[in-house]
């Protein structure tokens, strides 16, 4: 048994979930039993995530809907190949500078039907499924579907969750949005208790559809589940989106959803010790995490303790440097010229991390300069930071065939749009994320597709498939999972001590959520990290802010050990901090 922390502050911990066969972890436990149920018919990995990914749909619409986004990272081993797939929400064609301008807006509201895009996450599972799954969509949509139409049980994050939860949002359903008040409130427009039996018969209407359409064409399975996805980007589902969107004043058309397009790209990786790294393209912040494993490979960090003073502050200090060239210069790269092959040189990194001084804290945003050219943001706009919270789930599941699969879906919260009556899900907010400057690179402009901070996580260890990790977070997601990915491969600690260590994030640069503030020079970290070491971090220039002890994190992860061993893990934090029951399951 180990403890981590001084004082009363302890916590055993916990062993790693292990088996030969499969391993899932998800942020519920009934997303992470369909995962199982999924298994156990025969089923892979991409047909277990995808059962996990529409029950979370259900469960957790605080954090994720079918109105979001679902960015994947997938090891095929039937391919012998990892791919990136956006699922990405995309602008509507309407969705103009000049429109949003009209209206008056210096930054995009958080919530309402303007700042929607096409629901990705839909076609994004779907066309997984048909390149790599196995089993009938009726199949994989059942559990789901069964818990729409028999109800679970509302758990406390559902209800009390800041900023996205039912209680929070109790008045704004019962004053402005029907729909969601009649889903999600009792008879006297009080929040839903935990425990109560929640069922969502429209929710459990649509997965029906969706597998009936599937299964008219017989044996025909890819072509089954295009119908599938034809139905709801094409057919009743797309016309009453449209409808209601109109009503409300907002862009989303018929046209923008049946044109979507789920991409299937390349990744980009970079190789860490014994490790390579995989991750989405600079649509998504994931590069960040590679930019920083290229700082921090230049420090002998196996020389330092975890989450010593020292360490925090290198640590802390290539974030910023990373953070900074994201803002810089990540953007959908269909519309931005994204210098990736620079950002991710040994030689840009060698060049950035000799500004890192090991005694002090840098108090600037710092971007960096790979191409010869100019900075986009102006300092003086960078003031203050506004915590976004968590509205994120993630999936990771590994099968016996060796197959990976990390999803991270996000957005579509009940808290940003009322629920389309007919479908029970709302759409999503994921536009508020970005500018109306033009000079930045994440300026809105139809048919882009807005920079994200989901972020699932793939990596091999001596050139096999190793980890699939994630986690909820917003801008904290690569700077959690990185802290994880450092525990296991520079301090060797199994997988579930590595989700368990303290963890810290810095709140330094520009927020991707309205209002895009920031808050430089600020670390925030766990109070079991002993009070010396934060001592030491703010005579260094850091300004500290303590949080509760089992806050930062949230990660689930499956690995792939040696001789065949499978390993999930899922964070305790979310036990802790009500915002759902983690769990992992292995067989």
């Given amino acids: 048994m180990r403890e981590f922390g001084s004082g009363s502050v302890q916590k055993a911990h916990l062993q790693p979930v292990q088996g030969f066969r499969w391993a899932v972890a998800t942020e519920h436990y009934l997303s992470a039993q369909a995962a199982a149920a999924i298994l156990h018919e025969g089923g892979n990995a991409f047909d277990a995530a995808a059962a996990a990914t529409f029950v979370e749909g259900l469960v957790n619409p605080h954090m994720f809907t079918l109105g979001g986004e679902c960015p994947m990272l997938v090891y095929s081993a039937a391919d012998r190949r990892v791919f990136s797939i956006n699922g990405n929400t995309q602008a509507p064609r309407r969705a103009t500078l000049e429109a ?71 008045s704004l359903f019962a004053d402005q949005w029907p729909a969601s008040a009649r889903l999600y409130l009792s008879a006297n427009d009080e929040p839903l208790q935990v425990g109560s039996r929640f069922t969502n018969t429209a929710y459990a209407q649509v997965l029906d559809a969706l597998a009936q359409a599937a299964t008219s064409h017989g044996r025909d399975r890819p072509g089954g589940i295009q119908a599938a996805r034809d139905l709801f980007y094409r057919g009743d589902m797309a016309r009453e989106m449209e409808r209601f969107v109109r009503e409300r004043d907002g862009f989303l058309t018929m046209e923008d959803l049946a044109e979507y397009e789920t991409l299937f ?97 840098s108090s600037e945003h710092r971007p960096g300069d790979p191409v010869g050219g100019k900075a986009l943001l102006d300092p003086d706009r960078i003031f203050f930071w506004d915590s976004w919270g968590y509205g994120t789930v993630h999936v990771a599941v590994a099968d016996g065939d060796g197959n990976l699969a990390a999803l991270t879906p996000s957005g579509g919260w009940i808290s940003g749009n009322e629920v389309v009556p007919s479908l029970g899900f709302p759409l999503g907010t994921r536009l508020q994320t970005f500018y109306l400057d033009p000079a930045h690179p994440n300026v809105a402009a139809p048919r882009k597709r807005p920079r994200t901070t989901l972020s699932p996580s793939l990596a091999f260890r001596n050139g096999r498939p190793w980890m699939a990790f994630g986690t909820m977070g917003g801008d904290q997601q690569d700077q959690w999972t990185l802290q994880f990915f450092l525990n296991r491969t520079v301090f060797g600690m199994d997988i579930q001590e590595a989700l368990e260590t303290p963890k810290v994030c810095s709140d330094h640069f520009p927020g991707t959520f309205h209002p895009h503030e920031a808050q430089p020079g600020t670390l925030r970290m766990e109070c079991r990290i002993p009070e010396a070491t934060r001592k030491e971090l703010e005579a260094r220039g850091h300004l500290i802010q303590v949080t509760e002890p089992w806050i930062l994190g949230f990660i689930c992860a499956v690995a792939r050990e040696d001789a065949g061993l499978l390993e999930a893990g899922a964070d305790p934090r979310g036990h802790r901090g009500a915002v759902f029951p983690s769990c992992a399951l292995a067989l």
């Avoid at 700042?115 to 089993?135: I, K, N, Q, S, W």
């Avoid at 810089?328 to 000799?354: G, I, M, N, T």
Wanted: charged share 25%.
């Fill in 265 to 361: 790209e390349e990744p980009i990786f970079v190789d860490f010790r014994h490790t390579r790294v995989f991750k989405c393209g600079p649509w998504s912040q994931g590069p960040v995490f590679l930019q920083m494993l290229r700082l921090l490979e230049g420090f002998h960090l196996e020389s330092l303790e975890p989450n010593s003073a020292d360490y925090l502050h290198i640590w802390t200090e290539a974030a910023k440097l990373a953070f900074a060239d994201r803002e810089q210069y990540y953007s959908d790269p269909r519309f931005v010229d994204v210098p990736l092959d620079r950002l991710l040189s040994p030689e840009y990194s060698e060049k950035r991390r000799a500004l890192i001084d090991r005694r002090r804290a």
């Fill in 100 to 170: 949003y301008r009209k209206r008056g807006w210096d930054l995009l509201p958080p919530r309402g039907v303007e700042v929607a895009g096409t629901p990705a996450a839909v076609a994004a599972l779907l066309d997984m499924l048909a390149r790599f799954g196995r089993l009938p969509l009726e199949v994989i949509v059942q559990p789901a579907l069964q818990l729409a139409s028999e109800g679970f049980p509302v758990h406390l994050g559902l209800v009390h969750m800041p900023k996205f939860g039912i209680q929070e949002n109790a």
